[in-house]
């Protein structure tokens, strides 16, 4: 199975929201009248502000949550009872947490666990957990207990679990809240492959360079969605970026400090596009 196999009937978008409205009591809805599509293979960057909704907006989406109105189709697939199972199998969902994702006595279990739900043959499965095993650094943990792992190792872990099932839609809810420098960086070279082979991405997180790396952002607000932009607009609009609690990544706001000095240096993100611009000028 690839990305590609499970974005359902031609044309469909990866997810679909019609008037979504979600509340945990009836008074207070949470989210109000969402509407939008994220085309399959695109990497979208969801953010706003601590309770404006994202971790409720992604449960909604496999139906850990029910919508109180409107339609949530993913792939073409209405999320309805009878197709909840078709639903959750394509999409992998890693949240903040990863101590609420584990199931098995070792790590090598827990991975494989997902892997037996999926009904593989035992040498696609080995192959599998060959691959993440090798990609996120964990042969030295397989044996171990999720108990003794550090929170980096766990959310790491949690991450291999998930896309070793291949699910197609890859959901992360502030995933790298737990990993160091290192972690953070490896987990973004793992999602760009995953991107290059035709998965969708949608990323809850405050971090910069995450949402640098994204296509598209939706930010949320209100009830609503706020803005839809991409992370070059959202990285110039200072009042949203406020709203959102978020800075610009440190080549952005480098630039704009000289901009303000009367040195161009356009608007580079990141530090080497920075110092390339203004090499000519030293």
Known sequence: MNAKSTAGSAGAAAVSLR???????????????????????????????NGCGKSTLVKLLNGLLPAASGQIEICGTPLEDKHVAEVRRRIGMVFQNPDNQFVGETVEEDILFGLEGLCLSRPEMEARLMRVTAEF??????????????????????????????????????????????????????????????????????????????????????????????????????????????????????????????IDAGSAAGGEELAEKLWPSN
Request: proline fraction near 6%; include cysteine; glycine fraction near 12%.
């Open 19 to 49: 008037e979504v409205s979600f509340g945990y009591t009836p008074e207070q809805p949470l989210l109000s009248g969402i509407s939008l599509e994220i085309p399959a293979g695109q990497w979208v960057a969801l953010v706003g502000p």
């Open 137 to 262: 650094e964990l042969a030295p943990l397989l044996g171990k207990h999720p108990g003794e792992l550090s929170g980096g190792q766990k959310q790491r872990v949690a991450i291999a679990s998930i896309l070793a099932m291949e699910p197609g839609i890859v959901i992360m809810d502030e995933a790298s809240s737990m990993l160091d420098e290192a972690g953070r960086n490896a987990l973004l070279a793992v999602l760009r492959k995953l991107h290059g082979e035709g998965y969708t991405v949608l990323m809850i997180t405050h971090d910069a360079e995450e949402i640098r790396a994204a296509e598209r952002v939706i930010a949320l607000g209100g009830g609503g969605v706020a803005a839809d932009r991409k992370p070059e607009e959202l990285f110039a609009d200072e009042g949203l970026l406020a709203a959102c609690h978020l800075r610009a990544p440190y080549g952005w706001r480098l630039a704009a400090e000289l901009k303000r000095l009367g």
